[in-house]
């Protein structure tokens, strides 16, 4: 079946850049997305990559896929503050584009 | 542009109740989806539905009911409340070519006491 797999904790101090990293098992998924969950909040994509591309940069944020292993990574640079929140890993799976599906997500602290 | 609406944002309820969870979208998305949210385990899917008239299982549907009657509701039923629904639960819409990602909207926070 599909699983998505991401650490839990990631705690970095300001200004440092942080590396999220999210493992997954299906490798016929299309797309790969990050969403930001802030406290009390909904979900808010930040970024996601079609399975064909190897990196995206979108400002501060860069994707990095490596579909040999199903490894996927979101490095996010110069972190503030204001990036403390749990960040979810998610794939299309083998349902085409019926579901996705989640990883536990990881919880990133910054510190002044 | 209110992109995906979901009321109410908080609800208490007894063992036993039964309550609607409402969505609305109004981008004219074809795909709508409820997930809950608990503690250690991220998202899951309860059901969904690819257009007007058709709706699916997910990964955990038992104790919940859908439907869609319009592309811009997708209400979700607990006909019996228990404890083990309380969770946090977000209804996602997305288009119908699947290549723009899904839209969500803020949750709804259930407590079943």
Redesign the interface.
């Known amino acids: 079946g599909e699983d998505v797999e991401q650490s839990l904790f990631l705690s970095v101090r300001e200004g440092d850049s942080s590396v999220i990293n999210c493992t997954y098992t299906d490798s016929s998924s299309t797309y790969l997305y990050w969403y930001k969950q802030e406290p009390g909040a909904g979900l808010q994509l930040l970024t996601y990559i079609f399975s064909n591309m190897d990196m995206k940069q979108d400002q501060r944020l860069t994707v990095l896929l490596n579909k040999k292993d199903k490894h996927l990574s979101l490095r996010i640079a110069d972190t503030q503050t204001g990036d403390s929140a749990i960040y979810f890993c998610a794939e299309t799976g083998n349902t085409g584009f019926q579901k996705l599906v989640f990883g536990t997500g990881t919880r990133l602290l910054v510190s002044p | 542009n209110a992109g995906v609406t979901q009321t109410p944002k908080f609800q208490v309820l007894k063992t036993g109740q039964s309550m609607t969870l409402q969505c609305a979208q109004d981008m004219n998305h074809e795909?709508m989806?409820w997930?809950r949210q608990d503690p250690?385990?991220?998202?899951?899917?309860i059901h969904?539905s690819?257009g007007a008239g058709i709706t699916?299982q997910?990964?955990v549907p038992n104790g919940y009911n859908v439907s869609r009657s319009t592309t811009e509701d997708f209400p979700l039923r607990l006909l019996s409340a228990a404890p083990s629904q309380t969770s946090v639960y977000?209804c996602?819409s997305?288009d119908g070519t699947?290549r723009q990602?899904?839209?969500?909207?803020?949750?709804t926070r259930l407590s079943i006491l």
């Open positions: 795909y989806s997930y250690g385990m991220g998202l899951r899917l969904y690819v699916d997910g990964e977000f996602a997305r699947g990602p899904q839209h969500f909207g803020d949750g």
